[in-house]
Structures are given as structure tokens and as C-alpha cells.
């Protein structure tokens, strides 16, 4: 009887073991698939279709490449810092100025060769590198549109920072979100916001006055970036001064940090395992504050049967009355995506603002000019009427966006095979349209500021700060391709939060230009570069000089 029992516990253990052999099997097959065969046929496809680019290498991809010419770019400019350059001016119309091949080295050398549509490889992943808004056209107008979905090796990146907020949700997920989402941005709500805008840049400008009045340089990046964060903060959940509110904010900047200050190859199949320690801290990062918020969520949804709130949040639970709620969760993953897509983005397109009237003084005295006549004085209220009336204002800003676009890429991937009919520019085959397909899969990577500074798109002064382009043009600055300025993105999904920015941006930068004087000072070093935003890379130092009555037109 014991032989027996032994007997069948041997057999036991041997179809375990042939079980766990089996599907150990499976998943190397699995595996060899996703990481090899699958990326070898759909490289065979795009060749096939003609798209062309640097040869990659297995598991890596294009990656060693990029690595070496940041490092090289790098060493160049830290040989050329010695002795430090003088301050920008970043008028000159040298990238001429340079800003593309500084923040994009890689792209700027393979363009040499292959053009404004090119295949690259990160990792095990196909990117179809795109520069021409013709191309971008063709491959996504209309009904092609809805072929294309958020790339899925940056959805599992990012996961801790977006969830399944709106940035990355798919289909009718999407659909529904944007839904709930884009009413609460609406010009009412927005205008109630204005007040959180004031408070937090009064804070921010009493600060600056300290420095300033010592004749001190401030580091007006750092202090916008703060300020946009408290803002964002504020008007998405509400948090502000209380202690739970504090922590949220940390741990978000803590992860923000985390997940972007190292290089993380991303595309290389089991990479994560190379950085487990960083991947477990940001799931555990991410777990702590979608504790807190839960808790936040939770106290709000009891306040709001007393009925109150004014910010994203409450407009949120309001809104999605009657309609298909989100839930706890969902609600949780959109708080983060308004935290990490809404303040820096802002806060970068004020900072380079900042600089561009500091180094352009008629710039900066018409503005001033402006803001006065339609809003009076320091201590005048701004109205949104009045915001609304800063004409030359929007054409700054417009032009900023083009020149140094916060947000320098727009990432697609393609949900299916993609039958296009490419027009003949777009990959110089010379006199007629010819149809191609990207296959389902791959990735798109549109170089936003490539496009931005293209001479063929925008003339010999596509380096300059011209904001009166967009005065002749307010919505496509004299553009010769209707998709070559994106720097909200584009389709479907072109960016939620683009009114709340005009607003902040119009009341940060009407306080400050109420209150100081702007100059490029000597510690300024201009040397834009990309971490997941186009920032610059120590800073944007100004002298300040406060403003008195004697120095304002009568
Ligand atoms: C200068 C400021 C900003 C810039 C340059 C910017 C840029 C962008 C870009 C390029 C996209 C991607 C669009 C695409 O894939 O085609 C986007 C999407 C998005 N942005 Fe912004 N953004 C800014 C401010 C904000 C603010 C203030 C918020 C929210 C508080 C916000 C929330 C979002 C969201 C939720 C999406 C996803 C929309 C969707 O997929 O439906 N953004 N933004």
C-alpha cells in the first residue's frame, strides 16, 4: 500500500514537473515571438513598404546609437560651457540656433540621411520617425484616424504616473472619459479657477520681490514650476496648505522624479528587471498616493452632498451625474494625469516665456503696455474679460509653443494596418501619390520641434522670435502645412487642458509684467534639452527689478 502511495507521489511530482517544463516552453515561446520573430516580420513589412533607417541591433534597437550621440552631444557641450558662453540671445537666428540637433542629436544626424519619415528601433519596438506634416496628414486624416491608438510600450512606462487616465485610455474607455473630461474645462469653470491662480502667484511674486529688492538673480524656472504645481494642485483636487495635501504633492514630484531622470531602455524586452529597484519604488510611490487621494476622493464625495467645490474634482463627480460614472479609480488615475500633464507643460511655456522678454525688450514693453491699458495696475483685478482682450499676448504665446514646445513629441501606434496613400513630398519619390502601409503595431514618433523650426514650412525666419507671425495668422502663424504646428498635439485627442494654460498663462504672466522688469542675467547658460518635456537644463536665470509708479507711461 505505502509503495502504492509513493508510487503515485512520484507520478505527481513527474507531471508537475513535465507541467512546469511545458509551460516554461510556452513562454519562451512566447517570448521569442514577442521579442524576435514578430519585430523581424514587421521590420521584412516596413521595408517592403519602403520606409527606411538606421540598421538596428537585437535586443537593443537603435538605443546604442542614441546613448553614444547624447554622450557625445554632452561631452561637446561641456567642453563648449568652458569658459561659459555669454547669455543667449536666443534671438539670433543661428539651428541655425542649433536647439534641434541639441535636443535631438540622434534624429538631427539620421535626417541627413533618410529624410522627414524613417524608421527607428527602441529597443525591440518600431518607431516610424515623422518630421512631415504631409506624411502625418495622409497616414492619420479621417477615417485612418481612428486607426491609431496611444503607443502600449509607454502606457506600461508610464503606468504609476497616468494609470488609465485619459492620456492613455483606448476606444470607448476613451471616449467616455474625454466625455466627463472636457465639459469640466469649460470657459465658466475655468474662470472660477482664476482666483487659485492669483493666490498661489502672489505667493510666488512676494518671494521674487525679496530676492529683487537685494539686487539678486532669481531662477524663474523653479519658481513658476512650484507655482504651477501648487496651481494644478489647487484647481484639480483641491489640496492646498493642509498636510495631506502637502503629501500628495511630494510623493507626485518624488515619482515624477523617479521616473525620468534615469535612462530606462525602454522597448528592451525584460528591461525592468535591470531596474527593479526603480520600478518597485514607483509602484510603491504610486500606491501611496492613490491612497491619499482615495481619502481625498472619499471626503469629498460626503462634502459634495453638502454641495461644494469648485475645482476639477467636484466638477468631475457633478459632471458625471446621469452619465456612466468613473469610478474611485478612475477618478484617482485622472487626478495624477491633471497633476503631471497640467503644471509642468505650463509652467515651461511661461518659463521660456520669460526668457524670450527678457532677451527682446520691445517684446517685453509691449506687453506691459498692453497689460496696463486692459487691466490696469498691481493691484487692479484681472477679470477674465479683460485676460481675454491681451492680443499680443496670445501671439507670444503661441510663438513660444513653436520655438520651444513643452510637450516636443506626439507618440501613436498604430491599432491596425495602416493603407495610406502618401502624397509625393512626403518621402521624395518623385511626381506621384503612391499608397503604402504601416503595419499594425508600429509606433509613430512625430518630432514636434523638428516641424516647429523647418524652414521649408515657415520661411528663412522659422529660428527667430517673431510673435507678429501669429498675429497675420493667429492660428497657424503663416504655417505653410496645416499640421505643422502641434504643440498641443493633434485629432481626437489634442490636449484636454489647453484653456486652463491660456488662462494661467495670461494671469501669471500679466502679475509678473505688472511687477517687474525682466533681464537675461550673466548666469543664464541657453541649453535647452528633453526629459519627457523641452526644459531648460540649469534653469532660467533673470534680474528682476521692481516696477514703481514713476517707471510707468502715464
Ligand atoms: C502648455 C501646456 C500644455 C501643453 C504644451 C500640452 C500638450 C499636450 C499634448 C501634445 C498632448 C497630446 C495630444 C496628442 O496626443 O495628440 C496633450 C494631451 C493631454 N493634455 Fe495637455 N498640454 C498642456 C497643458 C495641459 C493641462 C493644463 C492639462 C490638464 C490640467 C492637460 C491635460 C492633458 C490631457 C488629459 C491630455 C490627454 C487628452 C486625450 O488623450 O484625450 N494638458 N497635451
Known sequence: ??????????????????????????????????????????????????????????????????????????????????????????????????????????????????????????????????????????????????????????????????????????????????????????????????????????????????????????????????????????????????????????????MQAMLFQSNRLVGVPLARLLHVRKTYEAWRLGREIDALLVRIIDERRQRRQAGSGKDLLSLLLAGAEGKAKLTTRELVDECKTFFFGGHETTALALSWTLLMLAAHPEWQAALREEVLRETGDEDAPLDAAALGRLTKMGWVMSEVLRLYPPSPNVQRQALEDVEMVAAPADQGKGGQNHSTTIPRGTNMWVDVVAMHRDTELWGEDAHEFRPERFGRDPVQGGC????????????????VGRNLTAMEYRVVLAMVLRRFRLEVAPEYRHAPRVMLSLRPSAGIQLRLTPIVDDDLPA
Open 1 to 254: 500500500m505505502e509503495v502504492v502511495v509513493v508510487g503515485a507521489a512520484a507520478g505527481g511530482n513527474q507531471v508537475a514537473c513535465a507541467g512546469a517544463v511545458a509551460a516554461l516552453a510556452v513562454l519562451l515561446c512566447g517570448f521569442i515571438y514577442a521579442a524576435w520573430l514578430s519585430p523581424a516580420a514587421t521590420r521584412r513589412r516596413l521595408r517592403h513598404a519602403g520606409f527606411d533607417g538606421p540598421r538596428p541591433s537585437f535586443p537593443f534597437g537603435n538605443l546604442p546609437e542614441i546613448t553614444a550621440t547624447l554622450k557625445a552631444t554632452a561631452t561637446t557641450k561641456s567642453r563648449g560651457a568652458l569658459p561659459p558662453p555669454p547669455p543667449p540671445p536666443p534671438s539670433s537666428s543661428s539651428d541655425e540656433d542649433g536647439t534641434h540637433a541639441a535636443v535631438f542629436p540622434y534624429f538631427a544626424r539620421w535626417r541627413q540621411s533618410f529624410g522627414k519619415v524613417f524608421v527607428y528601433w527602441l529597443g525591440t519596438e518600431p518607431f516610424l520617425y515623422v518630421a512631415d506634416p504631409g506624411f502625418l496628414k495622409s497616414a492619420t486624416a479621417g477615417a485612418l484616424g481612428k486607426r491609431w491608438g496611444k503607443p502600449d510600450v509607454f502606457r506600461r512606462d508610464r503606468m504609476p504616473m497616468f494609470g488609465r487616465g485619459l492620456v492613455m485610455a483606448e476606444g470607448d474607455e476613451w471616449a467616455r472619459h474625454r466625455n466627463i473630461i472636457a465639459p469640466a474645462f469649460s470657459a465658466t469653470n475655468l474662470a472660477d479657477m482664476a482666483g487659485v491662480m492669483r493666490r498661489a502667484t502672489a505667493r510666488m511674486l512676494d518671494q521674487w520681490a525679496g530676492a529683487a529688492g537685494s539686487g539678486g538673480v532669481v531662477d524663474v524656472e523653479k519658481g513658476v514650476v512650484r507655482n504651477a504645481a501648487e496651481i494644478i494642485a489647487e484647481a484639480s483636487f483641491g489640496i492646498a496648505g493642509d498636510e495631506a495635501g502637502a503629501r500628495v504633492f511630494e510623493k507626485l514630484q518624488a
Open 480 to 495: 505653410r502645412q496645416r499640421m505643422g504646428y502641434l504643440p498641443f498635439g493633434f485629432g481626437g485627442r489634442i490636449c
